[in-house]
């Protein structure tokens, strides 16, 4: 079955940290990745994606996020974490009929 | 960037009342919108595929009749909650994918959502 996984339901990172968020991926064929980030009563922003290329990804607000296909992970980074990083972060896979499957998301507390 | 309204962003209403949620793809066409529901502390369920032109597709488990979705252009999409009951009530989100180049599937284009709507059945 293709899923997408977000081990961990929250992450703790102190302020000016780097941090990481987790994700890991079974699809079947090339992945088409992406990582949104949502704010309380809010849709979804779209950070960043990966299609082809480059495994390291740069996206919005400083983000950035590396494919590894070996370990079918889509991780996402920042190397100095902001207190407004603050969020729940969703994974995500777009299957070939178009359709997204999101993980379940982690909910990301940068401490002051 | 591209850019999708959702409107209303919250509704309270009595059960038994229907209830219509606009989608607005305001700066670009789409063929293809999605409404997703998310319950508290959950992730994004989709509901249906809403296509311009045609029927809607639903996911296993959701009724057509009760989640009736319209997609009469380019640039908008309706979903509406017939006879609302509160276990209808939840957070609703669309998405929606610009076109490239009259490419309908498989765009690497990322879908862009919008700000939800928050329905609450009394």
């Known amino acids: 079955a293709q899923s997408v996984a977000q081990p961990e339901d929250q992450v703790n990172v102190a302020e000016g940290n780097p941090l990481t968020v987790k994700c890991t991926y079974s699809?079947?064929?090339?992945?088409?990745l992406f990582w949104y980030v949502q704010y309380p009563n809010r849709g979804l922003q779209f950070l960043l994606k990966y299609i082809t290329g480059d495994n390291l990804v740069k996206g919005s607000y400083g983000f950035e996020a590396e494919f590894n296909k070996s370990q079918t992970s889509f991780h996402l980074k920042k190397p100095s974490a902001l207190v407004s990083d603050s969020a729940l972060y969703f994974c995500?896979?777009?299957?070939?009929?178009?359709?997204?499957?999101f993980g379940k998301g982690t909910r990301l507390h940068i401490l002051p | 960037g591209a850019v999708v309204s959702q409107h209303p962003s919250w509704v309270i209403c009595k059960s038994g009342t229907s209830v219509k949620i606009e989608c607005r793809s305001l700066?670009?066409?789409?063929?293809?919108m999605f409404w997703y529901r998310q319950f508290p502390k959950q992730s994004l369920m989709l509901m249906a595929t809403s296509n311009e032109g045609s029927k809607a597709t639903y996911e296993q488990g959701v009724e057509k009749d009760k989640f009736l979705i319209n997609h009469a252009s380019l640039t908008l999409s309706t979903l509406t909650v017939t006879s609302a009951h509160p276990e209808d009530s939840s957070f609703y989100i669309c998405?929606?994918?610009?076109?490239?180049?009259?490419?309908?599937?498989?765009?690497?284009?990322?879908?862009?959502f919008g700000d939800g709507t928050r329905l609450s059945i009394l």
């Open positions: 998405s929606a994918r610009a076109l490239t180049g009259g490419a309908r599937i498989g765009s690497n284009q990322p879908q862009h």
């Open positions: 995500a896979v777009r299957l070939r009929d178009d359709k997204i499957i």
């Open positions: 699809v079947s064929g090339n992945p088409y």
């Open positions: 700066d670009f066409q789409a063929t293809t």
